[in-house]
């Protein structure tokens, strides 16, 4: 009887890993452009490079580069998501250089992140939860770097809402299944007179 509770118990465990959808389109700039993103402000010095700049790019081969401008600039998506919903927002940041320079990230218009007269870094995770407000977020990011470049790799939105893999959904049922039968074995039954 204990094992097959056990059995069960290991069934629903295994059920745990969870599918997250990536929102983000293009994060990491693996496509060579901003494909997915919309460009913004001033940008004849924003591009994607393979350079191994700020430590290399974080997430495979590719990562946005954006000054050195005097000017603001950025790039910014419309993403789909659930009123109400939380997410979980992430990006890997780096700042090649010192002097006069600033880096937002917002959501929705809120102030997620920022960067000001920053010295030189190499890249470095931002990471934290955000909450919808519509059936649409916008995820923005400004730049402008007088003497050097921001660099930024592996853009990442992803739900926080537990949502078993399709494969997950066999290993529930029989858990169920497994605790059922349990349960069922363990209920004595009426004796008859």
Known sequence: ????????????????????????????????NFGGWTEFGVSNQSFITDDLLGGGPTDGTRHAAFGPVAEEGGIRQILETVPGQTYRLSFDIANLGGGS????????????????AQPGFDYLTSSGFVVATGNSSLLNFRFRHAESLWLLDNVSVKSTAVIPEPASWALLILGFGLIGIAKRRQTPHASSM
């Open 1 to 32: 009887m204990k094992m097959m509770s056990f059995v069960a118990a290991s069934a629903l465990a295994l059920a745990c890993p969870l599918h997250a959808t990536e929102l983000v389109t293009n994060g990491s700039f693996e496509t060579g």
């Open 101 to 116: 320079n600033f880096f937002t990230a917002e959501w929705d218009g809120a102030l997620f992140s920022f960067g000001f």
